[in-house]
């Protein structure tokens, strides 16, 4: 019989997530992986399989996240453009860190090798369009914005500028030029 694990797979899933955006999935060791987490190899490869298998746990957990926030976000009443600004903002990562999105990061360096990855990243920015074009179609139903957009259209552009002020908050730059960016792109619908 062997050892209770000492440890909470969740929190641990947490710390795996945050090592690899630091570092990437190719920078990051199994090793390094044990040391973040507070375990062994022994015990890190029992609980989670591989690296890999916990880096897709990692990918999904965060894709939960933002889709939690996404949905508590426009869930409220009110106007929806200062919502598409901050979540925007959020998803971008501007002024939060310089580290851009952790999907983002993962599509860029595996997406094309590994199939486990390009389908949770697809699926994350396919949720996202959604929600963006739900709250599109409410900012039109309201008055907010013109109708003159197709609203799925423009949550497509504004999907491509997350991911796309993603890898610019990575490779650095002022913060305040992102935020105007955003705020040009949400004032045009």
């Known amino acids: 019989m062997g050892r209770p694990m000492q440890f909470e797979t969740g929190a641990a899933v947490d710390k795996a997530m945050d ?9 990051t060791t199994p090793q390094e ?17 591989s690296k890999h298998a916990l880096f897709t746990r990692a990918l999904r957990r965060y894709s939960e ?4 926030y996404l949905t508590d976000l ?3 009443a009110g106007p929806i453009g200062p919502r598409l600004k901050g979540a925007m903002i959020v998803l971008a990562g501007i002024g939060e860190h310089q580290r851009g999105c952790v999907m983002v990061n993962a599509a860029a360096e595996l997406g094309p090798a590994d199939d486990d990855v390009n389908r949770i990243a697809d699926d994350l920015f396919t949720q996202i369009e959604a929600v963006f074009r739900l709250a599109i179609e409410r900012g039109q139903e309201s008055g907010e914005f013109g109708v003159d957009r197709v609203a799925g259209t423009a949550a497509s552009q504004l999907l491509a500028s997350v991911i796309g002020l993603s890898v610019l ?14 705020d040009g792109i949400v004032d045009s619908l």
């Open 19 to 27: 090592l690899f955006w630091r570092q990437g999935y190719a920078g």
């Open 33 to 49: 992986l044990a040391s973040e987490l507070g375990i062994g190899k022994g015990s890190l490869y029992n609980t989670f399989e």
């Open 65 to 68: 996240r933002r889709l939690e």
């Open 74 to 76: 426009f869930s409220a």
């Open 169 to 182: 908050v990575k490779a650095g730059g002022p913060p305040e030029r992102f935020g105007a960016v955003v």
